[in-house]
T-cell receptor
């Protein structure tokens, strides 16, 4: 079953603009992670935010977490052509004993137009 | 270079012909996992392993087997492949499994087509 659902499914913006993607999930979590996947290649970890954190930054990335709404957002500022990729959120359920996995959403396909 | 290596990267096979997709990591990671990725369905976990000789089913284990005899290797076995196993497969590993330490390192993927 899918835990995380990203929104929108696809997003196209001009280079230099900011891109925002959202993730909603269903059950309580220990942490939430964002990954990037360039076309047909392996996923690359971007950032992890714990359930007791509300915001985290890494370079041009800003992630927020609202556990009351069971949602997270990923903001990419000053986008570049190289940011073109699919972005996935992944969650670890709070009670993860016997359920040791990251559950991924279906992803947001981001296209940066030069 | 720290990495997860999968082989083969591409494979076309026929229904019923047993195949193995190998996965090896050089980071001394305890946790390893297999995912399949299908359009519109995202990534779904097939099997995972917490450590040597410890494996467990994920969300979609039917038709697959795994083994973990050595820490570095986690092969995925399709005993009798069927067309619905046509997919992009990813192996991933993590140092160990804990709520704050389960960042996954992924392999480059293996694209399997079953005719």
């Amino acid at each position: 079953s899918q835990q995380g659902e990203e929104d929108p499914q696809a997003l196209s913006i001009q280079e230099g603009e900011n891109a925002t993607m959202n993730c909603s999930y269903k059950t309580s979590i220990n942490n939430l992670q964002w990954y990037r996947q360039n076309s047909g290649r392996g996923l690359v970890h971007l950032i992890l935010i714990r359930s007791n954190e509300r915001e985290k930054h890494s370079g041009r990335l800003r992630v927020t977490l609202d556990t009351s709404k069971k949602s997270s957002s990923l903001l990419i500022t000053a986008s570049r052509a190289a940011d073109t990729a699919s972005y996935f959120c992944a969650t670890v359920p709070q009670r993860d004993f016997g359920n040791e996995k990251l559950t991924f959403g279906t992803g947001t396909r981001l296209t940066i137009i030069p | 270079e720290a990495q997860v290596t999968q082989n083969p990267r591409y494979l076309i096979t026929v229904t019923g012909k047993k195949l193995t997709v190998t996965c090896s990591q050089n980071m001394n990671h305890e946790y390893m996992s297999w995912y399949r990725q299908d359009p519109g369905l995202g990534l779904r976990q097939i099997y995972y392993s917490m450590n040597v000789e410890v494996t467990d089913k994920g969300d979609v284990p039917e038709g697959y087997k795994v083994s973990r005899k050595e820490k570095r290797n986690f092969p995925l076995i399709l005993e009798s492949p069927s067309p619905n196993q046509t997919s992009l497969y990813f192996c991933a590993s993590s140092l160990f499994w804990a709520s704050g330490a389960n960042v996954l390192t992924f392999g480059a993927g293996s694209r399997l087509t079953v005719l």
